[in-house]
């Protein structure tokens, strides 16, 4: 443990430490599947202790990694298309995707909770480009901050899970309406975890996670074009990659039932220009 920051934040909040602790796990491996120093440098600010609470399992942390990869990987996209763009991150914790795939131009705004804002911005201070708004990602208050003359890529990862249904789909039929030509990234876990994180029955080490009410197992995705009329467009983003056993395994999980069906899923939505 060290003798740096200490967070006191709540149950749903708190998941962003236990992101953040596997992405600097498989970081700090000298095959890692995913880059992050800037995790690792956070969790040896941080005065938690990651370890006793969340564990050090190598596939978690691979697995983590892997989910990141798709998000990095739809964002670096963007940006290569729209180098000017505006990255929204919903529920941003202390993700740390800006250190790995920014392209000096981007604006970026992240938005979440007021305590997890407030922790962020004692360790990763916002600079000229990056902006923090402390509100309930759910209020689409937030888009009144976005430049509409820009380019907008929304991320919504891990956040969407631990909202009502009905919220999910609320917030996916505002973004497309007030944000009209945007995408939007989430991710999504199968019905089976949900029910296990419901029943308290799933467990990480000594950590518990919280409730996930709102699930999609990978063959529902297209039930999310009918969150409103202006999602255009549903697209499967699928992990590469792996090492190992994880490695060996994935093809198999992406393909064939019913692992291909009851997986947990990164989605990129597509909304319709005005």
């Known amino acids: 443990m060290s ?7 709540g ?4 998941t962003a430490l236990w992101t953040l602790w596997y992405r600097a796990v498989e970081a700090r491996r000298p095959d890692a599947v995913l880059h992050d120093p800037k995790a690792v440098e ?4 941080i005065d938690f202790p990651f370890a006793d609470r969340f564990g050090t399992s190598g596939t978690q942390a691979q697995l983590q990694a892997l989910r990141a990869s798709c998000f990095d990987r739809e964002v670096a996209d963007f940006l290569d298309r729209e180098p000017r763009g505006t990255v929204v991150s919903l529920g941003e914790g202390l993700e740390t995707q800006y250190w790995r795939v920014d392209n000096g131009r981007a604006r970026w705004l992240g938005v979440d909770l007021p ?3 407030a922790l962020r911005e004692r ?3 916002p600079g000229p480009r990056r902006r923090h708004l402390a509100a309930d990602a759910t209020d689409l208050s937030w888009a009144d901050e976005v430049d509409h003359s820009r380019a907008v ?4 990862q891990g956040l969407l899970m631990y909202l009502p249904p009905m919220q999910v789909r609320a917030l996916i039929a505002g973004c497309a309406e007030r944000l009209p030509g945007a995408t939007f990234l989430l991710d999504a876990v199968p019905r089976w975890f949900s029910h296990l994180t419901l029943t308290g029955r799933m467990r990480s080490h000594a950590y518990q996670p919280p409730p996930m009410p709102w ?3 990978a063959d529902e995705r297209g039930k999310l074009r009918t969150a409103g009329p202006a999602v255009a467009a549903v697209r499967d983003v699928r992990p590469t990659g792996g090492r190992g056993l ?5 093809p198999l999980a992406l393909a064939v039932p019913p692992f291909a069906t009851r997986r947990p899923s990164v989605v990129a939505l597509e909304f319709s220009a005005r």
């Open 153 to 156: 890529l929304i991320s919504a």
């Open 123 to 125: 360790l990763l201070p």
């Open 11 to 14: 149950e749903v909040p708190e």
């Open 3 to 9: 003798s740096g920051e200490r967070p006191e934040l």
């Open 215 to 217: 699930a999609m197992d």
């Open 115 to 117: 305590e997890a804002v």
């Open 42 to 45: 956070l969790v040896d600010r």
């Open 246 to 250: 994880v490695g060996a395994l994935l």
